[in-house]
Nanobody, 125 residues
Framework: QWQLVESGGGLVQPGGSLRLSCAAS????????VGWYRQAPGKEREGVSC????????YYTDSVKGRFTISRDNARNTVYLQMNSLKPEDTATYYC??????????????????WGQGTQVTVSS
């Protein structure tokens, strides 16, 4: 068995920053593309940012470009999402998932499969 555990969410004011972590156990994460997804109340889950196995290729949805940065530390079996200049519309539960396609393809559609609990990000004044 394997799992991905998301952490780092919280309550932050507009313009603030958070760093999310996606930690893998039970498998080798560096064999997979990894994506961050989010779902806000009443909205569909969407791809936010995805990263290739070695981190050489990344993809960001238009709404977060210039504000979010995805990275990975394969030695720690962890992928990160640095979120700066947060806006109220970033409020959502954030999830991570592994994949076997390039980042731009992985983020285009939400993959089918099991999801963890995610981590809640709330941006509010």
């Amino acid at each position: 068995q394997w799992q991905l555990v998301e952490s780092g969410g919280g309550l932050v004011q507009p313009g603030g920053s958070l760093r999310l972590s996606c930690a893998a156990s039970g498998f080798t994460l560096d064999r997979f593309t990894v994506g961050w997804y989010r779902q806000a109340p009443g909205k569909e889950r969407e791809g936010v940012s995805c990263i290739s196995t070695l981190g050489e290729f990344t993809y960001y949805t238009d709404s977060v470009k210039g504000r979010f940065t995805i990275s990975r530390d394969n030695a720690r079996n962890t992928v990160y999402l640095q979120m700066n200049s947060l806006k109220p519309e970033d409020t959502a539960t954030y999830y991570c998932a592994p994949g076997n396609v390039p980042p731009q393809d992985m983020c285009a559609k939400v993959p089918f499969g099991s999801w963890g609990q995610g981590t809640q990000v709330t941006v509010s004044s």
